[in-house]
């Protein structure tokens, strides 16, 4: 894990930036995401967390119910930005995925500004981000922007994910 400082801040910012117009397009109605993921400079995957499909009828967010099944994994009815992003470079992009950045962000609630997001926790991304190949997952802080490995991201996601359950 390191913040960005520099050059590479400032190219960050130009994807973070990318990455908040892209969660603009989110349905989601408890939080809108986006995510890009950048490879040489080049945006290679989009996405924005939605229902699958996009279909608003499947608006169903466990998240928002006291008394959610146990039994579900993820307890959103959307696909994830990051998961949309990964699904986009696969389709479009699939050798360029190796050894890229991905660039997450949460637009804060009652604007489209970039809020600050909390220690990596969703272990539904950091699986799917390990396995492509993709070599950083990126975060806004309050402190800047940070730069996790991707195995140390799933790695931090799994260590939060077990100290909720117990």
């Not at 967390?49 to 579900?72: E, F, I, T």
């Not at 809020?115 to 990596?120: A, E, I, L, R």
Request: net charge positive.
């Amino acid at each position: 894990m390191g913040y960005l400082s520099g050059l590479e801040l400032e190219h960050a910012r130009e994807f973070i930036e990318q990455a908040r117009k892209v969660a603009l397009n989110s349905s989601c109605g408890r939080s809108r995401c986006g995510s890009v993921i950048v490879s040489a400079n080049e945006i290679i995957g989009k996405g924005f967390n939605s229902p699958p499909g996009n279909l608003h009828s499947q608006r169903r967010c466990a998240y928002d119910k006291k008394n959610y099944d146990a039994k579900v994994s993820d307890k959103s009815c959307c696909v994830h930005a990051e998961e949309r992003a990964i699904i986009d470079a696969l389709r479009n992009n699939p050798l360029k995925l190796n050894g890229s950045r991905l660039y997450f962000v949460r637009l804060a609630e009652k604007s489209d500004c970039v809020q600050c997001s909390g220690n990596p926790w969703c272990t539904i991304c950091s699986k799917m981000a390990l396995d492509v190949g993709i070599g950083q997952f990126t975060l806004v802080h309050k402190a800047g922007v940070c730069a996790y490995s991707t195995e140390e991201y799933n790695t931090l996601s799994f260590n939060y994910a077990s100290a909720v359950k117990s």
